[in-house]
């Protein structure tokens, strides 16, 4: 089954709103991050945060580890803020550490 | 500093054609990734290196996937006799090792299989 588990799946806002995204994991959670994608760009690392709260600019990253959740708070949206967040979990396994990625929050704001 | 490199940027194909993904990694990033993005879902890992050495394929489909990082620089990411189901963005990542919280992304391959 899918280990992490993200809403919403869309949400449209207009600018100046804010908008508050989940992510769940299904497994024990070592460490996670919160990743930005622009469509049809790479992807750009927002936090990596295992434990706590975590502030850049307009945006606020918590993680509570034994409630394996966390969220990301976007203040004062603005139109650039438009694109998918991922989160995922480091998997560390007998191969090697790996990110388990989500489907994603795709993001839009309205002038 | 120049990010993660990928080529080409888009590749349509028929099924059963072969295609190559390039990717040239930050300099000095020991550990590079392959991830598979279908439409509307998240990135999935095919494949990582650390150096030359492969870590883990245990997601690359070996039948008609395969991975070299030959000089543990420069990747190349091969499918032979696409499917529709491949139709997907091809994304390159690195990162130092242990690094995988500070992991670059480059801007990925668009494939379409007709």
């Known amino acids: 089954g899918q280990q992490v588990q993200q809403s919403p799946a869309s949400l449209v806002l207009q600018e100046g709103e804010n908008a508050e995204l989940q992510c769940n994991f299904s497994?024990?959670?070592?460490?996670m991050q919160w990743f930005y994608q622009r469509p049809g760009g790479s992807l750009v690392s927002l936090f990596y945060?295992?434990?706590g709260t975590k502030h850049s600019g307009r945006l606020t990253s918590t993680t509570v580890i034994k409630e394996r959740r966390s969220s990301l708070h976007i203040s004062s949206s603005q139109t650039t803020d438009s694109g998918t967040y991922l989160c995922?979990?480091?998997?560390?396994?007998?191969?090697?550490?790996?990110?388990?990625f989500g489907i994603g929050t795709l993001l839009s704001v309205k002038p | 500093e120049a990010g993660v490199t990928q080529s080409p940027r888009y590749a349509v194909l028929q099924e059963g054609q072969a295609v190559s993904f390039w990717c040239d990694p930050i300099?000095?990033?020991?550990?590079l990734y392959w991830y598979q993005q279908p439409r509307d879902q998240g990135p999935q890992l095919l494949v990582y290196?650390?150096?030359?050495?492969?870590?883990?394929n245990s997601q690359l489909p070996s039948d008609r996937f395969s991975a070299v990082r030959p000089k543990g620089t420069n990747s190349t990411l091969k499918i032979q006799s696409a499917k529709q189901g491949d139709t997907a963005t091809y994304l390159c990542?690195?990162?130092?090792?242990?690094?995988?919280?500070?992991?670059?992304f480059g801007s990925g391959t668009r494939l379409t299989v007709l």
């Open positions: 945060n295992p434990s």
């Open positions: 990542a690195s990162s130092t090792t242990g690094g995988v919280e500070t992991l670059y």
């Open positions: 300099s000095g990033h020991d550990t």
């Open positions: 497994t024990s959670l070592n460490s």
């Open positions: 995922a979990f480091l998997n560390y396994g007998s191969s090697g550490n790996k990110l388990i």
């Open positions: 290196f650390r150096d030359e050495a492969v870590i883990d």
